[in-house]
């Protein structure tokens, strides 16, 4: 569904194409999303097909647009379920979810989670929905991109790990089916400490949502 809104959202309006387009999504965000998202997506898209038998593609184009905005929204939502629990020892924080508008990252969504232990701070971020992850996968692949920084395969998911030992600090980046940034970052950590909550994610159930 994001990506029939999105292919709307950059590629402009086929007239013919959009109400098929707005039909199906309406149908589909009836069935997959939670009655109150439902009911806002739904109505915001019947919203659409009204202006547009009525001649009004602007206003079409803004309610497909905030509709868009509604589903990245609820995909986040259903995406926090991917950020692991605490590790033995450590405690989390609420997980968060946030819509970033196309000034950042291109639109998208990111969540977040933070875990703590004494003076050790682990984050978790899942970037996903954006045109600029999308074109990330190039860069991620450039052996450039991946200097001063240890390769290293976790849970069958190419990794690169930075880490100062000075500073007992790092980061752990990895790109997931050429859909989802997934950064790991700690401070007062030790390397271990990263790798292990970087398994801790599930690439797998990842990878089918």
């Given at each position: 569904m994001l990506k029939l809104l999105n292919k709307i959202k950059t590629k402009g309006f086929n007239m013919t194409k959009i109400v098929k387009t707005l039909t199906y999504i309406t149908t589909?965000?009836?069935?997959?999303?939670?009655?109150i998202m439902a009911d806002d997506i739904s109505d915001t898209l019947e919203e659409a097909l009204a202006s547009y038998k009525q001649g009004d593609v602007t206003g079409a184009k803004e309610d497909v647009i905030y509709?868009?905005?509604?589903?990245?929204?609820?995909?986040?939502?259903?995406?926090?379920?991917?950020?692991?629990?605490?590790?033995?020892?450590w405690e989390a924080e609420e997980a968060k979810s946030e819509t970033a508008g196309a000034g950042m990252l291109g639109g998208g969504t990111v969540l977040s989670r933070t875990y703590?232990?004494?003076?050790?701070?682990?984050?978790?971020?899942?970037?996903?929905?954006?045109?600029?992850?999308?074109?990330?996968?190039?860069?991620?692949?450039?052996?450039?991109?991946?200097?001063?920084?240890?390769?290293?395969?976790?849970?069958?998911?190419?990794?690169?790990?930075?880490?100062?030992?000075?500073?007992?600090?790092?980061?752990?980046?990895?790109m997931v089916d050429k859909r989802f940034v997934v950064n790991v970052k700690g401070t007062k950590v030790s390397k271990e400490d990263l790798i292990e909550y970087t398994k801790a994610i599930d690439f797998k159930a990842l990878k089918k949502m």
């Open positions: 589909a965000t009836l069935v997959l999303s939670t009655p509709a868009l905005e509604l589903l990245k929204q609820q995909s986040g939502n259903t995406l926090k379920e991917q950020l692991p629990d605490a590790l033995e020892g703590k232990k004494d003076k050790s701070r682990v984050t978790i971020e899942i970037i996903t929905d954006s045109p600029l992850v999308q074109g990330l996968g190039s860069m991620f692949a450039n052996p450039m991109f991946n200097s001063g920084g240890e390769i290293k395969r976790i849970n069958r998911e190419k990794a690169t790990i930075k880490y100062n030992k000075k500073n007992k600090s790092g980061e752990i980046t990895l």
